[in-house]
């Protein structure tokens, strides 16, 4: 059933959909009967000033599925690169939301490492809880300035609570970091050691592929053009080896790389 701030996103101005948010009393991942949270609507009908609303709260997930099995963006998790929004309606409107979704991911990752640095318990099983840091935020991804991952610097604390929240929550334990080294060796700690040792591998993620699996991927980029028109944004898609792109999605002329 639609909710009031599902209504307002398609109809009222800004100015009420800000406040219907303000009181709190509307759950901001509720699904219509379509599945769409307002968050879909808002994208699909190109309303740029209520997705901006929307992502700047807190509580807000857009990582939800739709009915159609449709996110309103999805993140390659193991790399750098954003995929765009599946229902935004203009390209523009998804470089932006992909933005928004790029700066929390460092912001929530910046927010993860320093909970891992002050042994705060409660605040990193705060962040990791939530559903939209599940989606954003890869448990195994080697950090640019030391080399390592999350479970490699829990290991150097020496602190058996922290890598317990971290393997609970997908770190990987036989993930290596830039010199090659497992999370088990950068301790020596006895217990710890053997904890990281006997710990099951983290299950992959589902938007990465495993070895020898087909590799199906899809999303704006921004691709030159000529020099009058400079750089413009094409939806690509790679199919395994295949990379072609297109003006729009769904469009069936293809240009292929």
């Given amino acids: 059933m639609s909710s009031p701030l599902h209504l307002a996103v398609q109809c009222a101005p800004t100015s009420m959909v800000a406040y ?4 709190g009393v509307v759950e901001l991942s509720a699904r219509n009967k379509s599945g769409n949270t ?3 609507l808002a994208a ?3 309303r740029d000033d209520v997705v901006e609303l929307l992502l700047d709260h807190p509580d807000i997930d857009d990582s939800i599925v739709n009915n159609a099995g449709k996110q309103v963006i999805i993140m390659l998790a193991n790399s750098n690169i954003f995929q765009a929004f599946e229902v935004a309606k203009t390209p523009e409107l998804a470089q932006s939301m992909q933005f928004s979704r790029e700066k929390y991911a460092a912001e929530t990752t910046a927010a993860v490492k320093e909970a891992i640095a002050n042994k705060d318990y409660r605040g990193l ?10 989606a954003l935020v890869h448990m195994s991804r080697l950090d640019l300035e030391t080399g390592s991952t999350f479970l490699h610097a829990a290991a150097r604390q020496g602190d058996k609570r922290l890598i317990e929240i971290l393997l609970a929550h997908g770190a990987d334990p036989i ?4 010199k090659g080294k497992l999370p088990y060796e950068v301790t020596k700690d006895q217990e710890i050691r053997s904890l990281l040792r006997a710990s099951q591998p983290a299950k992959p993620s589902n938007t990465s592929s495993g070895p020898g699996e087909r590799i199906s991927q899809k999303g704006y980029l921004k691709k030159w053009t000529n020099y009058a028109r400079g750089s413009k944004l094409r939806w690509f898609v790679l199919d395994n080896t295949t990379l072609s792109y297109y003006k729009h999605p769904g469009l069936t002329s293809i240009n292929v790389i």
């Fill in 20 to 23: 219907i948010v303000s009181k």
């Fill in 38 to 40: 307002a968050l879909h």
């Fill in 44 to 46: 699909m009908q190109g």
């Fill in 125 to 134: 099983e705060s962040i990791l809880s939530r559903e939209r840091a599940k």
């Fill in 175 to 178: 993930r290596r970091d830039r």
